[in-house]
Structure formats: C-alpha cells, structure tokens
Nanobody, 124 residues
C-alpha cells in the first residue's frame, strides 16, 4: 500500500503560480511511476503530468505544456507540480497518483494509488 498526501492548493488569480506537493510517509518514491491528475466538476479525471524517476521520463498534457513542471526531490521524498500562468480552466481538484507497474501511463487506469486531492481555484 502506498499512502499519498497532496498539499499546496488554494485560490489564486489568473496568471498566478502555485506549487503542489505530494508526499508518501514511509515510502520511497524513486522506485515508483508518479503522476498528477485533475478533475473539474462534471468532468472526468484527466492526466496532467507524470514522471518515472528511474527511467528519467516525464510527460505532460498538451494543455499544460510550457506552464506546468513536474519534479521530484529525492532527499525530501516529495513530488512537486509547479504551475505557472494559471488560468480559470485549470480550476479542479488535483490528485497525486502512483504505480509500481513501471510504465508512465497517461490515464487513471494506469495508477494504483491515489491521494485525497487538493483544490485549485483560479479566478479570472
């Protein structure tokens, strides 16, 4: 079992930045494939960004490329999502996800463990 905890969400204005964090108490993330997803009201959960530390791979949804950056701090055992130039359409609950399966998936079915989510609201 992998327990994940997100933090860092909040209410910001369009153009602002936020950094989300994902920690896993007692768990080493470097052996996992990790991802960020988001879900807006009335919409399906969608892939935002993912990374495989061991493979050195990252991937982003087209809608966030150039604005969001996924990263991992091995010393802190924490994954981050830096979000710049936020827009109202980025408003959603953001979830941290993880899997042992080794493949950097871009759908929710590719992940086995999920956090509770953190709300990001961007006002215009």
């Amino acid at each position: 079992q992998v327990w994940l905890e997100e933090s860092g969400g909040g209410l910001v204005q369009a153009g602002d930045s936020l950094r989300l964090s994902c920690t896993g108490p007692g768990r080493t993330f470097s052996n996992l494939v990790m991802g960020w997803f988001r879900q807006a009201p009335g919409r399906e959960r969608e892939f935002v960004a993912g990374m495989s530390w061991l493979a050195g791979e990252t991937d982003y949804a087209d809608s966030v490329k150039g604005r969001f950056t996924i990263s991992f701090d091995n010393d802190e055992n924490t994954m981050f999502l830096r979000m710049n130039s936020l827009q109202p359409e980025d408003t959603a609950v953001y979830y941290c996800a993880a899997t042992w399966r080794g493949e950097l998936a871009t759908t929710s079915k590719g992940y086995d463990y999920w956090g509770q989510g953190t709300q990001v609201t961007v006002s215009s």
